[in-house]
């Protein structure tokens, strides 16, 4: 059974018109993460949650919003897409350090 | 700031063939590595650990060793199998100014041919 689920697995977005992404688990995991990850790219990371604690990435553009308003669920927000945030979308979670990452299958975001 | 370095490919290989695929790392506190397997359109999937030096993880015939000494893990398999075709991504996972950071190296596809 899936732990990490991601939705829409696909989605496609206007240039310029916000976009969000959904993250669910059933592992009660501390920590979520979002990434992004182009093409023959190694994942990126955006941000993550330890908890309600949101640690920001130093160079993760303004454009990207996160909210995680329960254990479960967490959202990532693109406020404007542009045509360079076509890309996949990775979300993880982990019990805390140390531990392996529990990835969804991803969504593919594409902006046209 | 903490860092991984994989060799880059592709790597081609035939059925059978013996693989070592190339990681070092850099960390200023003491990392876990991991080796995550990305198949196609999917997420990734672990595919073995270590949590501290001398330690080896294995599955599925993989197998690699953290070695503190030269800050590797390199990920090597005796024979590989045409269904080992994807990307193999090395990783550490460390914990950063009260937070917990997965940083992954540049990932490596290999090819495996019949």
């Known amino acids: 059974d899936a732990m990490v689920i991601q939705n829409p697995r696909y989605q496609v977005t206007q240039f310029g018109k916000p976009v969000t992404l959904s993250c669910s688990q059933t592992?009660?995991?501390?920590?979520m993460y979002w990434y992004q990850q182009k093409s023959s790219q190694a994942p990126k990371l955006l941000f993550h949650?330890?908890?309600?604690?949101?640690?920001n990435e130093a160079d993760t553009p303004d454009n990207f919003q996160s909210r995680r308003p329960n254990t479960s669920f967490c959202f990532l927000d693109i406020r404007s897409p542009g045509l360079g945030d076509a890309a996949m979308y990775l979300c993880?979670?982990?019990?805390?350090?140390?531990?392996?990452?529990?990835f969804g299958q991803g969504t593919r975001l594409t902006v046209v | 700031g903490d860092s991984v370095t994989q060799m880059e490919g592709p790597v081609t290989l035939s059925e059978e063939a013996f693989l070592t695929i190339n990681c070092t790392y850099t960390?200023?506190?003491?990392?876990?590595l991991f080796w995550y397997v990305q198949y196609p359109g999917e997420g990734l999937q672990l595919l073995l650990k270590?949590?501290?030096?001398?330690d080896k993880g294995s599955n599925k015939g993989f197998e690699a060793t953290y070695r503190k000494e030269t800050t590797s893990f390199h990920l090597e398999k005796g024979s590989v199998q045409v269904s080992d075709s994807a990307v193999y991504f090395c990783?550490?996972?460390?914990?950063?100014?009260?937070?917990?950071?997965?940083?992954f190296g540049a990932g490596t596809r290999l090819f495996v041919k019949a």
């Open positions: 592992l009660n995991h501390n920590v």
């Open positions: 270590a949590t501290k030096a001398d």
């Open positions: 990783a550490l996972s460390d914990r950063k100014n009260g937070g917990f950071k997965t940083i």
């Open positions: 949650y330890y908890d309600k604690d949101f640690n």
């Open positions: 960390a200023t506190g003491y990392p876990s």
């Open positions: 993880a979670t982990t019990t805390g350090v140390g531990t392996e990452a529990f």
